[in-house]
């Protein structure tokens, strides 16, 4: 079992940034790679990053590649996403999860943490 916890969500303006970050506990971090996921209001969960275990292999979705930067501390155990030039549609409930191979497949994810608010203003 891995547990996940997010935090670093918050309110922000059009163009600003946020960092979040997801602790994880339990079972070693670093056999996980690890994604950042999110699901707006109305609309289903969609991937946004994955890091693989050691970091070295990286995947966005297109909607915000060059804006987020997906990181890991396994001696922290914790991965972060780094949310720049944020725009009103990103505003979402960000998840982080964890899988035993980096995907960018929502299914594959076995570990989810609750969840921390993103809210974008224009």
């Known amino acids: 079992q891995v547990q996940l916890v997010e935090s670093g969500g918050g309110l922000v303006q059009a163009g600003g940034s946020l960092r979040l970050s997801c602790a994880a506990s339990g079972r070693t971090f670093s056999s996980y790679a690890m994604g950042w996921f999110r699901q707006a209001p109305g609309k289903e969960r969609e991937f946004v990053a994955a890091i693989s275990r050691s970091g070295a292999r990286l995947y966005y979705a297109g909607s915000v590649k060059g804006r987020f930067t997906i990181s890991r501390d396994n001696a922290k155990n914790t991965v972060y996403l780094q949310m720049n030039s944020l725009k009103p549609e990103d505003t979402a409930v960000y998840y982080c999860?964890?899988?035993?191979?980096?995907?960018?497949?929502?299914?594959?994810?076995?570990?989810w943490g609750q969840g921390t608010q993103v809210t974008v203003s224009s």
């Open positions: 999860a964890a899988t035993p191979v980096v995907t960018t497949a929502t299914r594959a994810y076995d570990y």
